[in-house]
């Protein structure tokens, strides 16, 4: 199953509202995963189930979707969300992840 | 919770090496892992899962044949044996806890170590 993200890069200011889309090659049901990484850094789980929110993620990130549709969507960006992102579709083997989306200021 | 990876370095081409994980701060048994990979300045690429029991394991297409994953419940450890290894092998790996279900994503990841794949 292959996922494809965009954009692939964004430019946006702190207090923006972000946008990331993730279509998936076929239905993955809700299995898609949200991911953080920074620089040096191991990924950051954000939300699973395409919509749940990981413990301790800031309220404003938030997902929907369902099938092979999915957006992630952070609803006013602050200085620490500048990072790298990934989706990742779980429904089936092999599991494939996007191919990011630097968000840069 | 913590996952460490160590192994990593650098080895020829056709070379074999041996990564693993050691887990602390949860019921290891308990939880399926993943190995992930990085290559530099690339994206993430999933590599390798187990279940919790190491009844269930996946691989990615691309190691399939040339890497073995396996898990030691006793010592609360992950491995993954890479051999005929090649230049597209070079990434930071990853081992990656699953969140309570393998649908769920990771949770918890290590640090990472860096294998690098060079004549």
């Known amino acids: 199953i292959q996922l494809t993200q965009s954009p692939s890069f964004l430019s946006a200011s702190v207090g923006d509202r972000v946008i990331i889309t993730c279509r998936a090659s076929q239905g993955i049901n809700s299995y898609l995963a949200w991911y953080q990484q920074k620089p040096g850094q191991a990924p950051y789980l954000l939300i699973y189930?395409?919509?749940t929110l990981q413990s301790g993620v800031p309220s404003r990130f938030s997902g929907s979707g369902y099938g092979t549709e999915f957006t992630l969507t952070i609803s006013s960006l602050q200085p620490g969300d500048f990072a790298t992102y990934y989706c990742?579709?779980?429904?089936?083997?092999?599991?494939?992840f996007g191919g990011g989306t630097e968000v840069e200021i | 919770v913590q996952l460490v990876e160590s192994g990593g370095g650098l080895v020829k081409p056709g070379e074999s090496l041996r990564l693993s994980c050691a887990a602390s701060g949860f019921t290891f048994r308990n939880f399926g892992v993943n190995w992930v990979r990085q290559a530099p300045g690339k994206g993430l690429e999933w590599v390798a899962s187990?279940?919790?029991?190491?009844?269930?394991?996946n691989y990615a297409d691309s190691v399939r044949g040339r890497f073995t994953v396996s898990r030691d419940n006793a010592r609360s450890s992950l491995n993954l044996q890479m051999n005929s290894l090649r230049a597209e092998d070079t990434a930071v790996y990853f081992c990656?806890?699953?969140?309570?279900?393998?649908?769920?994503?990771?949770?918890?990841w290590g640090q990472g170590t860096l294998v690098t794949v060079s004549s």
């Open positions: 990656a806890r699953d969140r309570s279900s393998n649908y769920y994503g990771c949770d918890y």
């Open positions: 189930d395409a919509s």
């Open positions: 187990i279940s919790s029991d190491g009844n269930y394991i």
């Open positions: 990742q579709q779980l429904n089936s083997y092999p599991l494939t």
